[in-house]
């Protein structure tokens, strides 16, 4: 599969891209059920009352890759969920300190259980990401954060805030999917179409914002923002099964968009996403389905 490239005339441009190994069939398809690891599946679907956390583990290691923190150094992941990033940078930097910041009390405490026995050590935070975060001006030697700027209202300030942790010469990697970017093959064009803006724009309970397009937006905040930008990448993550990440997020839609219709909000209602569930498994069973996704990953540095 062709990789996708970002144009941008001040920072490097790559394209990680392609086929991305399969995760195994074996793990959750449901994103209310408990996955292998003892971690939860979601995406955007599930609300803080039992936390949540991107299960696509491939990319967790491609954020650690993103930055490279000394031996002792510290590295901070804003809105952490379950852990997930901050578990592959333990398994890379053994004795790097980790930080974790989330509002959900259910993930911050999964976190911490995920994280007891880093030798490096660990403290995760239950902190609103709308306000100041609780740590000491340059603190952190890295900074990342995946998944989560769609939720927050003021971007600009989220950034700014990431500078002030970082250290002078600190990295920061800050990657979110862009939601427009689902594609899925094997489904009837306008009922797709529907379903996948729908999600785009729906606003689930838990989200005090949404911009499902906030990864095609991500370079250009970043520019706009004190930190300074270094590359620009994506990272695809497709299938021609429905396993792995492509149940999940398949289920993910499912689950969201049938919350958002029970509420009588949203663009589409519940017959709607049944006929498009049912119709995602047809295609697979057919073997007609195709399903990719496109993550906007941007390095960053504070200068001084
Ligand atoms: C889709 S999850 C991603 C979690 C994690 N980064 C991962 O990769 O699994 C979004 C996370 O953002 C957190 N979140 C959303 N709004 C927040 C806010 N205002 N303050 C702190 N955390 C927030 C949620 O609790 C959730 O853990």
Known sequence: MAGNTIRSSRTS???????????????????????QGGQL?????????????EEDGLIHHHLVDSVEPPLHGRVVDLGCGRGPTLAAFARRFPIV???????STASVEAARELLADHAG???????????????????????????VLECLPDAPAFLAEIWRLLKPGGRAVVAHVDFDSIMVAGVDRDLDRRICHAFTDD???????????????????????????ERVATWVTSSTELVGQAARRIENIRQALTLTASRRKGLVDVDEV????????????????FFAETAVVVTAKRLA
């Not at 937006?217 to 923002?225: E, H, R, Y």
């Open 203 to 229: 606003q689930q309970q838990w989200m005090d914002h949404a911009d499902g397009r906030i990864g095609r937006k991500l370079p250009g905040l970043v520019q706009a923002s004190p930190l300074i930008s």
């Open 41 to 53: 599946s979601a995406g955007r679907s599930i609300d803080g009352e039992v936390g949540m956390s």
């Open 13 to 35: 441009v790559v394209s990680l891209a392609g086929e991305q190994p399969l995760l195994p069939a074996s793990r959750s398809r449901s994103p209310f059920s408990r996955a």
């Open 121 to 147: 050590g660990s403290d995760v935070l239950v902190t609103d990401l709308r306000e100041p975060v609780p740590l000491p001006d340059s603190c952190a030697d890295a900074v990342v954060s995946y998944n």
């Open 274 to 289: 049944e006929a498009w569930h049912a119709a995602v498994q047809e295609a697979a069973a057919g073997a007609r389905f």
């Open 97 to 103: 300190h980790l930080t974790g910041v989330d509002r």
